[in-house]
């Protein structure tokens, strides 16, 4: 005959305690909530849900919706945020505009930097951008940068499809290209921020 030991007893009763705590805990993913998250959907393809591969075809520039005038936007000082998916991936930014800038100088930063972005990638291939911190300087002390966030990394194609996002919203944007933060979303996961900042 074995003998039980009393920290064997104990452990024995701690884990049938907790097999009879957790046998009463209703399984959460059978309640629906008005809590849970509500899908949010890419303004440039409001049919598309943000983080779902955004098909080329869904988004062109003579279906895009009208947005709101500057003087609609400005009333405390920043524009909305709005939700500007890449098209072909599942990447899509958050931005917020807090002011007007040239569109010329913008729109050179944004397709210079594409630019060098899709020439490292048919160089070296994609992958983590190195130290995961972009930067980027153009004409007028205009900076767009970008950084890791939320425990992720940025990959090239990642950033190159934020900016991509970025420069499509901005040339198309009644209220004209401005300055801001954005955060950067690839599916769900929010996987940089960046600013376009002119000082």
Known sequence: MKM???STLWFTLAI???ISV???TPALRNVKSSLLPRSQFCANAPATIAGTTLDRRDSSRSNLPVLPSL????????????IWCARGTKTYI????VRPLNSGIVLSLLDDARSTILGHIAIWGDGV???GFFNWAGAGGLKLRMVNS????LTWGVVGAAIEALGEYMHQAVTGPGEGWFSILDGTNEVG?????SK
Do not use: M
């Not at 958050?94 to 505009?97: C, W």
């Not at 939320?150 to 990394?153: E, I, R, T, Y």
């Not at 921020?193 to 900042?197: A, E, K, N, S, W």
């Open 94 to 97: 958050l931005l917020t505009l």
């Open 71 to 82: 003087a609609d936007l400005l009333g405390d000082n920043a524009y909305p945020p709005i």
């Open 129 to 131: 951008v190195e130290d």
């Open 16 to 18: 049938a305690h907790l």
């Open 150 to 153: 939320n425990n992720h990394q």
């Open 22 to 24: 957790g046998s009463a």
């Open 193 to 197: 921020t960046g600013t376009i900042l």
């Open 4 to 6: 039980i030991t009393l």
